[in-house]
């Protein structure tokens, strides 16, 4: 099983931009489909972005389709989440997550194989 850690989360004035990572190490990254997720305190987690195994395709929700970017280098075993124009709505714990099979959809409830345990981006002024 995959074993995922993400980073680059932290504090940004509303406006700004962030550049999140999510590390993979005990299987190659390239065999999982990827998802990017975040979730607030007392709400369900929410889908955000997701890429095929080879990065050729990616799928949003329609929230943030306009100013996150998911990418992936399978090369360095690593996916990023570019966020831009953040919003203090945007303040969540992100998540990355792994998926051998399908890549994560707007509306596909889909089990995840692996999760990482998240990093908190605040959008604060």
């Known amino acids: 099983q995959v074993h995922l850690v993400e980073s680059g989360g932290g504090l940004v004035q509303p406006g700004g931009s962030l550049r999140l990572s999510c590390a993979a190490s005990?299987?190659?990254?390239?065999?999982?489909?990827m998802g990017w997720f975040r979730q607030t305190p007392g709400k369900e987690r929410e889908f955000l972005a997701g890429i095929s195994w080879s990065g050729n395709d990616a799928y949003y929700e329609d929230s943030v389709k306009d100013r996150f970017t998911i990418s992936r280098d399978n090369g360095q075993n690593t996916v990023f989440l570019q966020m831009n124009i953040l919003k203090p709505e945007d303040t969540a714990v992100y998540y990355c997550?792994?998926?051998?099979?399908?890549?994560?959809?707007?509306?596909?409830?889909?089990?995840?194989?692996?999760w990482g345990k998240g990093t908190l981006v605040t959008v604060s002024s």
């Open positions: 997550a792994a998926n051998e099979w399908q890549v994560p959809q707007p509306g596909l409830r889909l089990d995840m194989d692996s």
């Open positions: 005990g299987r190659p990254l390239r065999s999982y489909a």
